[in-house]
């Protein structure tokens, strides 16, 4: 199984741009598809972006098409999630999830072998 710890979050302007980083332990990272996930207050924890273990196909949301990217660093055991042009709508506590499975967008989240603690995201409006 795979350890995470999400960091980077924060409060900023609609507009504005943070970097969510996802360090995870484990010896299965690098074979494992990793994912971020958010939960606004009062909804669901839905999907937002994908990459597979090599890093060669990415999936995301419909919402975040365009403004997010998500990219990993298997030598340093690392997923990233680019934000950029936030919303306010984009507000919520972000989680990092591993997985063995592809693709993660389909798995039902409920199953998802790993998660992280969370961090939150604040765009201001």
């Known amino acids: 199984q795979v350890q995470l710890v999400e960091s980077g979050g924060g409060l900023v302007q609609a507009g504005g741009s943070l970097r969510l980083s996802c360090a995870a332990s484990?010896?299965?990272?690098?074979?494992?598809?990793m994912g971020w996930f958010r939960q606004a207050p009062g909804k669901e924890r839905e999907f937002v972006a994908a990459?597979?273990?090599?890093?060669?196909?990415?999936y995301y949301a419909d919402s975040v098409k365009g403004r997010f990217g998500i990219s990993r660093d298997n030598a340093k055991n690392t997923v990233y999630l680019q934000m950029n042009s936030l919303k306010p709508e984009d507000t919520a506590v972000y989680y990092c999830?591993?997985?063995?499975?592809?693709?993660?967008?389909?798995?039902?989240?409920?199953?998802?072998?790993?998660w992280g603690q969370g961090t939150q995201v604040t765009v201001s409006s």
């Open positions: 484990g010896r299965t990272f690098s074979r494992s598809a």
């Open positions: 990459i597979s273990w090599t890093g060669g196909s990415t």
């Open positions: 999830a591993a997985d063995r499975r592809w693709p993660l967008a389909v798995v039902p989240i409920g199953t998802l072998d790993s």
